[in-house]
């Protein structure tokens, strides 16, 4: 071989595991199912979280939006409040003594007081509300962009954003949250997909692909929703006993899962919805 020829070669040979090794620097996983429990399957699940040892949840459309507190072994409800029908229920975090929750469009979310479940109090917020999560620090919030929102937990006014990219591109999309581990674990509407998202950088190190649990699962359609809304939505994470549930909009389960790790593909950011798209 002509040296010319080599040293392109070789250049071809670099650039090409440059490209494997930045995007393997995203890890890609599938899920292992440990446990299935039971869920209503007329929640349009919005939010979910764990809290010492019971679970806690919101739901949407307008007229069928609630939050709840809920016995995870059987599915029973234990304590719900209804929305007025003009509010589509979002996200749901817990602050303390309080049950936050958002809703879509209306700008406004609701305080609730946790052991009473009586409404505290309202607060103002500019555009649409989508997830929530906190990390003892400030509360989180999603609102379908490509920023996530860090919002004081005392009177609810914004002071900093994240912005969440993966391989250097922005994404959109971002709904559910929880903090695991130090990390924000979100859905990504409209898919079943879950992202790991490092908090002080907002880069995505890991992308959960869920289609085999969803395509297995038996999903519910109702008058309300058009088909294909009924996606993957809601992570709950349980820290004492370090365990990760999933449910989906109108699913009937809620799933006990683990992360399996899969080979890199291509570039896995690729899948992820990107603005504009």
């Known amino acids: 071989m002509r040296p010319f020829r080599r040293a392109a070669l070789a250049v071809v040979i670099f650039a090409s595991l440059s490209v494997v090794r930045a995007y393997a620097a995203v890890a890609e996983y599938g899920v292992v199912v440990v446990k299935t429990y039971p869920h209503d399957p007329r929640a349009f699940t919005e939010g979910l979280l764990w809290y010492k040892g019971l679970l806690y949840e919101s ?10 507190e809920v016995r995870p072994d059987t599915g029973l409800v234990l304590r719900r409040n209804d929305l007025d ?15 936050i929750t958002l809703t879509w469009k209306n700008e406004t979310g609701f ?15 500019h555009g649409e509300g989508w997830g929530l999560t906190q990390d003892g620090t400030h509360l989180i919030m999603s609102d379908g962009t490509s920023d996530l929102r860090l919002l004081d937990p005392d009177d609810y006014t914004e002071r900093g954003r994240i912005h969440v990219t993966c391989d250097g591109r922005a994404i959109q999309g971002i709904n559910e949250l929880e903090w695991v581990k130090g990390e924000i674990y979100a859905n990504i509407w409209p898919s079943n997909l879950i992202v790991r998202i490092a908090p002080v950088t907002g880069e995505i190190r890991g992308i959960v692909d869920l289609s085999d649990l969803a395509a297995s699962a038996t999903k519910v359609s109702g008058e309300n929703v058009l ?13 004492a006993r370090d365990r990760l549930f999933v449910t989906g909009k109108l699913w009937p389960a809620l799933y006990q899962i683990t992360l399996s790790r899969r080979p890199a593909s291509a570039n896995p950011c690729l899948s992820l919805p990107r603005p504009g798209s």
Do not use: C, M
Not at 111 to 125: E, G, M
Not at 227 to 239: E, H, K, S, T
């Open 59 to 68: 739901t949407g459309l307008r007229g069928l939006s609630s939050v709840r």
């Open 85 to 99: 029908p003009q509010y589509f229920g979002e996200g749901i975090v817990i602050w303390k003594d309080r049950l």
């Open 227 to 239: 088909n294909g809304f009924n996606v993957l939505n809601g992570i709950a994470y349980d820290q």
């Open 111 to 125: 305080v609730y007081d946790f052991k009473t479940f009586a409404l505290r109090s309202t607060f103002h917020f």
